[in-house]
């Protein structure tokens, strides 16, 4: 089965990525000489940047539009007597 993912839903995806990567080598450098990195603080980091960017752009999703909708306060079947 394939998944298609859009343009900018690709591109938050790496830019997380990109991101958590950074944090991790920034984290590895100057944690001193037993340092490892802080994969949990990447993960973090690359989860929060993910996050708003698709709150902010909306991640490509594209929603089908279904049928007319009724107006609020009214219903399908009007009938009155």
């Known amino acids: 089965m394939t998944l ?6 690709m591109g938050i995806l790496v830019v997380g990525l990109v991101v958590g990567y950074t944090v991790h080598h920034h984290t ?4 001193g ?4 990195g802080d994969v949990v603080g990447a993960i ?3 989860t929060m940047v993910v996050t ?3 709150l902010l752009f909306g991640g490509g999703s594209q ?3 279904s049928g007319p909708e009724a107006p609020l306060g009214t219903t399908q079947s009007s009938s009155r007597t």
Request: aromatic share 0%.
């Open 4 to 9: 298609h993912i859009s343009p900018l839903g």
């Open 33 to 36: 000489p037993a340092g490892k």
């Open 28 to 31: 590895k450098r100057s944690s």
């Open 63 to 65: 929603q089908q539009a």
């Open 52 to 54: 708003a960017l698709v």
């Open 44 to 46: 973090a980091a690359a």
